[in-house]
């Protein structure tokens, strides 16, 4: 069996999984008293969450957003690669494992810039007022070197590969 693959695909799906999660949960920023939680789609106090409007939503909210998507969706073209490079070592003229290298850096890129954006700005105008970062913050951001460690694993693949 090969173990390095396996790795890889370990740890494309844990960085994947970590940056949806982290999406997905209203707990970025909280208070320090109570259960209010800001995330990134809504804002929860205690048990009632309300979804932003539009207008409601800074640029630095959009940028954070966009650029997590981007690597969520570059991570699952990551994920999906590495599964298929089990199979399917090559697609026409390109590895598999190389897609899954340049997939899982440009979803670290992404996951850096959208991080790097929501935690300078929030450090710099919010934390006073919402008080502390929360789970959701601490697994988002714990995707980013995931994804690259994925990307330098699945590259030991394809170096391993091109050496046979």
């Known amino acids: 069996m090969d173990v390095l693959r396996i790795a890889a695909s370990f740890c494309s799906f844990l960085s994947l999984l970590l940056l949806i999660i982290g999406m997905a949960s209203d707990y970025w920023t909280g208070s320090r008293t109570d259960s209010t939680g800001v995330g990134l789609w809504r804002v929860c106090s205690g048990i009632t969450c309300t979804s932003y409007s539009m207008n409601d939503l800074y640029g630095y909210m959009h940028a954070t957003?966009?650029?997590?998507?981007?690597?969520?969706?570059?991570?699952?073209?990551?994920?999906f690669s590495l599964c298929a490079s089990f199979y399917r070592p090559k697609i026409g003229s390109i590895s598999t494992a190389l897609l899954a290298v340049l997939a899982s850096i440009a979803a670290g890129v992404c996951s850096l810039i959208a991080m790097a954006s929501f935690t300078g700005v929030s450090i710099a105008q919010y934390m006073g007022l919402w008080g502390i970062f929360r789970w959701s913050f601490g697994l988002a951001w714990a995707s980013f070197p995931l994804f690259l460690i994925t990307g330098g694993l699945a590259y030991m693949v394809v170096r391993r590969t091109t050496e046979e």
């Not at 957003?65 to 994920?79: E, K, P, T, Y």
């Open 65 to 79: 957003r966009a650029f997590l998507l981007m690597g969520m969706f570059a991570g699952a073209a990551s994920f």
